[in-house]
């Protein structure tokens, strides 16, 4: 089971508040507090739609581009060991370290 749910590019993850008895949301990937709940599954999906819409739309309306939820750059610091391992090991597969990575990010996401 998945508590994952998307819409035109946009993805939340949906919990249970089980005081007040609602399925509720919030846009993940963007500084925008985006927000939706309802009682059902069915009423969910259509509040996680119209709160995409509906910021779409606000955006439109004021000027603002929307934000995407990622760019696909991504920065981050390893040990010197780990990026020696990584540039050898990508070398060796004939892939630029970028390639490489990129695959063995999809593979421990998908494992």
Same mark, same amino acid.
């Given at each position: ?11 939340? /993850?949906? =919990? ?7 399925? !509720? ?10 927000? !939706?709940?309802? #009682?059902?599954? #069915?009423?969910? /999906?259509?509040? !996680?739609?119209?709160? &995409? ?11 603002? =581009? $929307?934000?995407? $939820? ?6 981050f /610091? &390893?040990? $010197?060991?780990?990026? /020696?391992?990584?540039?050898?090991? +990508? =070398?060796?597969?004939?892939?630029s370290?970028?390639?490489? +990575? =990129?695959? +063995? ?7």
């Amino acid at each position: 089971m998945t508590n994952i749910i998307t819409y035109k590019g946009y993805a939340a /993850r949906v =919990e249970y508040d089980d005081e007040d008895g609602i399925l !509720f949301g919030q846009i993940a990937g963007i500084r925008d507090g985006v927000g !939706f709940h309802a #009682e059902s599954v #069915e009423e969910l /999906r259509t509040a !996680f739609h119209e709160a &995409v819409d509906d910021y779409l739309a606000t955006c439109a309306t004021i000027g603002k =581009e $929307p934000q995407k $939820p990622y760019s696909g750059k991504m920065m981050f /610091r &390893v040990s $010197p060991e780990i990026h /020696r391992k990584a540039a050898i090991a +990508a =070398e060796l597969a004939g892939k630029s370290l970028n390639q490489w +990575a =990129e695959e +063995a990010l999809s593979k421990a996401i998908h494992s």
